[in-house]
């Protein structure tokens, strides 16, 4: 099965065009439905700062858009798998692992973007195509 490894650059690609394309779904309606409000009064019921709703909304957006090309792929797939940990923490493990609004979900993507944190992007990234060969990121 080793024939197989010569594909591991398409499937960092399927990883992040998934992960990606989640997170800018979650994104928009924060910053272009209004739902920022929402999110901002979720944080600071939490006791945090209002403005992390912002961080929140827009790392979604404009990480999930960075991340379907491969710009700067481990820094998003570290951001994405803290927010990830956090929405499990105090939102979907009072709901358990599985079933509407559970756990399951985020941990799938939290897994996902861990794995991108250290494999990067891969040789079809534009990570990929700024540092080259010397930067480690997919074989």
Same mark, same amino acid.
């Given at each position: =099965? ?16 998934? $992960? +990606? %394309? ?14 920022? +409000?929402?999110?901002? =009064? ?10 992390? +709703? ?5 790392? @979604? ?16 797939? $570290?951001?994405?798998?803290? @927010? ?19 756990? @399951? ?17 891969? $040789?079809?990234?534009?990570?990929? $195509? ?6 480690? %990121?997919?074989?």
């Amino acid at each position: =099965m080793r024939f197989l490894n010569r594909f591991q650059p398409f499937a960092l690609l399927v990883l992040r065009l998934a $992960l +990606g %394309s989640i997170m800018i779904a979650h994104g928009w309606p924060k910053v272009f439905q209004g739902g920022i +409000g929402r999110t901002v =009064m979720t944080m600071t019921s939490w006791g945090w700062p209002w403005w992390l +709703g912002y961080v929140a909304g827009y790392t @979604e957006l404009v990480g999930g858009a960075l991340l379907i090309p491969g710009v700067l792929v481990r820094l998003w797939g $570290l951001a994405f798998a803290f @927010e990830m940990i956090v929405v499990i923490w105090k939102i979907h493990w009072a709901r358990g692992f599985t079933g509407p609004g559970a756990a @399951e979900f985020p941990l799938a993507c939290a897994a996902i973007a861990f794995a991108l944190i250290f494999f990067g992007g891969g $040789l079809l990234s534009v990570d990929h $195509l700024i540092w080259g060969r010397g930067h480690k %990121s997919g074989r």
